[in-house]
């Protein structure tokens, strides 16, 4: 009775994880995902292997990958790559962000008084022209979830709280 107990539990345990990794993603997202696995899964067993990736690097034209570079690979997957493993290595890879620390340090650069705040007007003005620009609805999505104040400056450091750790009224 007890073993199926915990199987049953780790069975929970394990959809409620997956089940965080696609709500990660759009479902047009995960369907490309999956695409993109099957191309991989060159055997269609739903594990990617060692086998699998030298085959998909030989259909793109490199012949020369070492078992070590394969083997380093399928180690980020921490056992089998099935379709969820596949999806939670891509999810943190795109969704990683920096640490919260190195996020910190480049809003300062925009704050050579020190308070704590940048100017949120000049903020948008850098987003939209700068480096990788957003787009005007990439902006005003991301203000529905900063801390502005009544003056119009952005409380950086509860913004970069939240851009490491999520925003708390998602949950």
């Not at 990958?65 to 969820?84: A, H, Q, R, W, Y």
């Not at 190195?102 to 003005?125: H, M, R, V, Y």
């Amino acid at each position: 009775m007890k073993a199926g107990t915990r199987g049953r539990a780790a069975a929970k345990r394990a959809r409620r994880g997956s089940s965080n990794v696609f709500s990660m993603f759009e479902q047009s997202q995960i369907q490309e995902f999956k695409e993109a696995f099957s191309c991989i899964d060159q055997n269609r067993d739903g594990i990617i292997s060692k086998s699998d990736l030298r085959e998909t690097y030989a259909q793109l034209g490199k012949l020369n990958v070492s078992d070590g570079e394969l083997e380093e690979m399928l180690k980020e997957g921490k056992g089998p790559i099935n379709f969820t493993v596949f999806l939670t290595l891509f999810g943190e890879k795109l969704n990683g962000t920096d640490p919260e620390e190195s996020i910190l340090n480049a809003f300062k650069l925009f704050d050579p008084a020190g308070t704590g705040t940048i100017n949120k007007d000049e903020f948008k003005q850098l987003l939209l022209t700068q480096a990788d620009k957003f787009s005007p609805e990439e902006v005003e999505q991301m203000f529905a979830v900063t801390p502005v104040d009544v003056a119009g400056n952005i409380d950086y450091k509860s913004l970069c709280y939240i851009i490491t750790h999520g925003d708390e009224k998602e949950d």
